[in-house]
């Protein structure tokens, strides 16, 4: 910088003694003198440039040339390697929604088999529920039956007893009475009524 700056300051200083000339002469006519000052001039400064200034700036162009092109590649590596994590992405997400959909479906046919089993172990109870309850009933139904036909004895004998007044004992009474009823069936007391 310091060397452009210098350069400058000759080519200012060398300009001046043509500033100071009188301004009669013909501007169209060559000034010899001034033309190889000029030219001097031209070629130091040429060379100075070439020498300190042309070499880092076309480096440093370069150096930023390279940057870029360095910046290019590198936004495109990571364009492809962002493209190949998106494909992975949604490969992964297309097998999770598969595998999703696999789990619901077992699922189903899961909760179905469970439900059917309810179901048919529900029947099974109920089943079992109802040959429970008729065995209790008839077993209620024979009791009842035996239980009146004991009162039943019980009336008859303390009615024939009135009647017969001690002719018979008490338990020739019971078997004659309980024979009697044995002997009976429930048609033949349905066909009395």
Known sequence: MRTLARSFALVALSAMPAAAEP??????????????????????LAFILARFAFGPIT?????????????????????????RILAEHRAALDASRGEAQKLIAEARVAAERVRAELIEQARAEQAAMIARARQEIEGEKTNAIAQLRREAVDLAIAGASKVVERNLDQTANRQLVESFLAGLTSDSVAASR
């Open 23 to 44: 301004a009669s002469k013909n501007l169209l006519e060559p000034n010899y003198g001034l033309m190889v000052w000029t030219l001097v001039i031209f070629v130091v």
């Open 59 to 83: 480096k440093a162009v370069e150096a930023r040339e390279k940057a870029l092109e360095d910046a290019i590649n590198a936004a495109q590596r990571d364009r492809e390697e962002a493209a």
